[in-house]
């Protein structure tokens, strides 16, 4: 396997997931401004929306969306515990913070990373929607569970987790949600974690 990746980027979710289910795999950086890969290659090619992640699979076939690459990965390897067998409630709610975490939580982030300034009311107006938000994984943190869907780290943590530590490069302070904030030093205490 081989995943193409950004450093820092959301491709991290599954170079962590990669980490925890303990399969052989590859990393190629990719330029996404530029289009090419490390080794030389047109990244279009590869995936035509020209973002991370890509996942070659073994079998030669190439997954992007997070999503579907972290549930792939996961269902590589069913002992690691990582998703929820298909078919059963769990797994729709896993599929459901997943699609929370990608177009609502990952997306509230985007404009910080769109390379222009926000302006003062415009970066208020951002960081009112990343704390909706947050407020959401905190409430559902606070019946004690210790990840997204429970008690199990599913690939939904690990996606959420990179995301959120992204708050320390915008200079958002995650203390105000203390049970978000200990939860993402829980999980970057995982073996699998990586530093941004
Ligand atoms: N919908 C995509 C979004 C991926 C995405 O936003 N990737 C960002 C990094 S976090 C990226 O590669 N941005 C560079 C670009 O869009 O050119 C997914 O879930 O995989």
Known sequence: MKLYYKPGACSMAAHIVLNEIGQPFDLEMVDTENGTTEMGSNYRQINPNGYVPSLLTDTG????????????????VPEANLVPANGTIERTRLQEMLNFVSSELHKAYAPFFSGETLSPP?????????ARRIGFIESKLSDGRQFLLGADFTVADAYAFV?????????????????VNDYVKRVSQRPSSLKP
Do not use: M
């Open 61 to 76: 076939v190439i997954i992007t969306e997070n999503p579907a690459v972290l549930q792939y990965l996961g269902d590589l």
């Open 163 to 179: 995301v959120l530590n992204w708050s320390g490069f915008i200079e958002f302070d995650l203390q105000q949600w203390p049970l």
């Open 122 to 130: 415009a970066r208020i107006k951002v960081e009112t929607g990343i």
